[in-house]
């Protein structure tokens, strides 16, 4: 059975200090893994997608790699604004598009 | 470049009663998605349109909801009637294919009371 799980559930950060955050998948045929940020009251953002094993994206603060089994979503010296719920997605050979359960990130001042 | 519109923001019903959703996807996006988020869950998906057919609807409760999406473009979520477990965030989405990264609405609050 397909299945995306994401861990920790709920990760707090003091401002400043780096921590990762993960996304393991056991999909058929994974054709692209989606990183979205999702704060309370609004629809998920869409911050990266990685295609294939060994890739990378950056963008501020964030970093995204992808293995065969699972992604991180890399925080480096996270401030205030960075607290959300992150979600990742995995879209399969079926071209259905499943989501994880999130992790929600609070970064303290 | 204007995003996913959704409409209504907020509803409240009672069991047993009907409601509807709209939305209009980004302009030449091709795939649209409904998804059901229910407080502390992800998203799940409930119907995956490509142009103005289905895709996949295998998690759609097909007794009760129901979707269309006419001319390929807008599109519109049913439930009839409600049930007090349908309270949830109903998300609009759409891509330009079906392997890209979706983009979402703001979505619909619903309540059922």
């Known amino acids: 059975e397909d299945q995306v799980t994401q861990s920790p559930e709920a990760l707090r950060l003091q401002e400043g200090e780096s921590s990762s955050l993960n996304c393991s998948y056991t999909?058929?045929?994974?054709?692209?893994l989606f990183w979205y940020r999702q704060d309370p009251g609004k629809g998920p953002e869409f911050l990266f997608t990685?295609?294939?094993a060994g890739e990378e994206k950056e963008k501020e603060r964030l970093k995204a790699t992808l293995t065969k089994k699972e992604s991180f979503l890399h925080i480096t010296a996270p401030k205030p604004e960075d607290s959300a719920t992150y979600l990742c997605?995995?879209?399969?050979?079926?071209?259905?598009?499943?989501f994880g359960t999130g992790t929600s990130l609070t970064v303290i001042p | 470049e204007a995003g996913v519109a959704q409409s209504p923001r907020y509803k409240i019903i009672e069991k047993r009663q009907s409601v509807a959703f709209w939305c209009n996807p980004i302009?030449?996006?091709?795939?649209l998605y409904w998804y059901q988020q229910i407080l502390g869950q992800g998203p799940k998906l409930l119907i995956q349109?490509?142009?103005?057919?289905?895709?996949?609807d295998s998690q759609l409760p097909k007794d009760r909801f129901s979707a269309e999406r006419l001319k390929g473009v807008d599109s519109t979520l049913k439930i009839q009637p409600a049930k007090l477990e349908d309270s949830a965030v109903y998300l609009c989405?759409?891509?330009?294919?079906?392997?890209?990264?979706?983009?979402f609405g703001q979505g619909t609050r619903l309540t059922v009371v």
């Open positions: 997605a995995v879209n399969q050979n079926r071209n259905q598009f499943y």
């Open positions: 349109f490509q142009n103005n057919g289905v895709v996949d």
């Open positions: 990685l295609y294939s």
């Open positions: 302009s030449g996006h091709a795939t």
């Open positions: 999909v058929s045929g994974l054709r692209g």
């Open positions: 989405a759409s891509s330009f294919r079906s392997n890209t990264e979706a983009f």
